[in-house]
């Protein structure tokens, strides 16, 4: 007998939800790639802060664009991207 895939509730929700519109969503967020370390700057992920969830490929591509273009990543490297959900 096959083996049977097991799915967590929001798995399979996320699946009859894309089964019916097919089209793959994602969050935009923006994070540092620096940390502060007893003063000195060494590299490290920061935490995500949200700035637009469930968009588009191209409507994320759009939002973090604009958020890089109109913010200066500073000294910690804070920069905009997004991931499938």
């Not at 994070?31 to 992920?45: A, D, F, L, M, S």
């Not at 968009?55 to 591509?61: C, E």
């Amino acid at each position: 007998m096959p083996e049977v895939e097991r799915l967590t509730v929001m798995q399979y929700f996320r699946g009859v939800i894309r089964g019916f519109n097919m089209e793959k969503y994602y969050d935009t967020f923006h994070r540092t790639w620096w940390v502060r370390y007893n003063g000195v700057k060494v590299p490290g992920i920061g935490k995500r802060h949200y700035l637009e969830r469930h968009v588009t490929y191209d409507d994320a591509r759009e939002i973090c664009h604009q958020w890089n273009v109109s913010h200066d990543p500073g000294e910690l490297s804070d920069k905009a991207e997004f991931e499938e959900v």
